[in-house]
T-cell receptor
Framework: KQEVTQIPAALSVPEGENLVLNCSFTDSAIYNLQWFRQDPGKGLTSLLL?????REQTSGRLNASLDKSSGRSTLYIAASQPGDSATYLC???????????FGTGTQLKVEL | GEEVAQTPKHLVRGEGQKAKLYCAPIKGHSYVFWYQQVLKNEFKFLIS????????ETGMPKERFSAKCLPNSPCSLEIQATKLEDSAVYFC???????????????FGDGTRLSIL
């Protein structure tokens, strides 16, 4: 059974800092990995999707990497801003289906 | 539409009553998913559809829960005889989907918060 863990569970940083969020999964036979952010009371906003054959994806100040063999992904946020404050979730698709298995989330707070 | 639209935003039901949630996927997306968020970051997959056909229902409780995606209608998730433990936020997502495992991202609605009293 796939299990997805995110470290740290919570993170508080000053504005402008570069930061890294970690995601690990137990079954390396994934098809893709998706990073989301969730604002309080809101749904999930898709940030980046990495296919299993890819090593990284970039969008603006966000860069996600994938090391499938070691079961890890990182989300790098450059020059953090207060508007980046949210819960960040990684999720993987494993096996023959297309359902997402979610990580435990990292609650990020970027302070002025 | 360009967004996944879920209605209602909030739904309150007494224990034992029926609850019905609706989801309009993004136009052109052929896959629809339902997830349940019980605790803050615990998401549980319930069911997925390929157009109007059930694709994967391994997460659906055998009793009380049912779902449909009919042509030209919003998809729906219905819970019969609700229990206190059904209180959660129910999210719908949709995607275009090519190939095994899915090459396209899933896009989520804002969810329906179901409160069972």
């Amino acid at each position: 059974k796939q299990e997805v863990t995110q470290i740290p569970a919570a993170l508080s940083v000053p504005e402008g800092e570069n930061l890294v969020l970690n995601c690990s999964f137990t079954d390396s036979a994934i098809y893709n990995l998706q990073w989301f952010r969730q604002d309080p009371g809101k749904g999930l906003t898709s940030l980046l999707l990495i296919q299993s054959s890819q090593r990284e994806q970039t969008s603006g100040r966000l860069n996600a990497s994938l090391d499938k063999s070691s079961g890890r992904s990182t989300l790098y946020i450059a020059a953090s801003q207060p508007g980046d404050s949210a819960t960040y979730l990684c999720a993987v698709i494993t096996g023959g289906g297309n359902k997402l298995t979610f990580g435990t989330g990292t609650q990020l707070k970027v302070e002025l | 539409g360009e967004e996944v639209a879920q209605t209602p935003k909030h739904l309150v039901r007494g224990e034992g009553q029926k609850a019905k949630l609706y989801c309009a996927p993004i136009k052109g997306h052929s896959y629809v998913f339902w997830y349940q968020q019980v605790l803050k970051n615990e998401f549980k997959f319930l069911i997925s559809f390929q157009n109007e056909n059930v694709f994967d229902e391994t997460g659906m409780p055998k009793e009380r829960f049912s779902a449909k995606c009919l042509p030209n209608s919003p998809c729906s998730l219905e819970i019969q005889a609700t229990k206190l433990e059904d209180s959660a936020v129910y999210f719908c997502a949709s995607s275009q989907y090519y190939g095994t495992g899915g090459n396209q991202p899933q896009h989520f609605g804002d969810g329906t918060r179901l409160s069972i009293l």
